[in-house]
């Protein structure tokens, strides 16, 4: 199954994907992941990265084009993948196309979230990530046991510079303006399903499930 989860910041594509990933046994490739793991390791990558992400604007298409390429070849993608993030602008779209068809695959499902711009808000600011793990929580919806403290490695948690509520706002006004054209792209072929992600998390789950013909 190679489905992309489509969703504006805050739509719990991020909590879905993984979910999904888990009881598919198929992986989770977020390009957000990889590129905070860039930023941590202080990468060339990383470094140059870190300062587009903490504004709210995108990174370049070439780079996370490349990364996406190096990863669907390796052999966990055999059987499937889920693209959380990526692609997010219609040239990725395009450069995905390319490397599937090179790989001689195709795209089984689109799925989209859609999300009320304000609750969103909400969502993000509440977010805490895990300085060494990147494992998220959220102070009201999943809060760790201990304030402030991974539940899984005991790092420090901490609201990531990009979840601050002026660059949510940005990264609203960027999704609308390059990511959004992509559901219109991938209605063409038929793929899109959109889902109410203000429902539950188990809901949610239930019915991109049953989207994909797994349920
Ligand atoms: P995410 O965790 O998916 O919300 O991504 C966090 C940030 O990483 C985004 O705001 C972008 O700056 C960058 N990023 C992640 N995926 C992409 C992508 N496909 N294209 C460009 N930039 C990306």
Known sequence: MKVIFLGPPGSGKGTQAKMVSER??????????????????????????????????????????????ERLVKVDCEPGFILDGFPRTVP??????ACLGGLNKNLDAVISLEVDSDAVVERI????????????????????????????????????????EATIRKRLMVYAEQTAPLIAY??????????????????????????????
Do not use: N
């Open 186 to 215: 991938y209605q063409q072929s038929g793929l899109v399903s959109a889902i109410d992600g203000m429902q539950g998390i188990a809901q949610v789950q239930d019915q991109i499930l049953v989207a994909m013909g797994r349920k």
């Open 92 to 97: 990725q779209a395009d450069a995905l196309q």
């Open 24 to 69: 598919l046994g198929i992986p989770q490739v977020s390009t957000g992941d990889m590129l905070r793991s860039a930023v941590r390791e202080g990468t060339p990558m990383g470094l140059k990265a870190k300062a587009l992400m903490d504004s709210g604007a995108l990174v370049a298409d070439e780079v996370v084009v490349g990364i996406v390429q």
């Open 125 to 164: 600011t509440g977010r805490r990530t895990c300085r060494d793990c990147g494992k998220m929580f959220h102070v009201r919806f999943d809060p760790p046991a201990q304030e402030d403290i991974c539940d899984v490695c005991g790092g420090e948690l901490y609201l990531r510079d990009d979840d601050q």
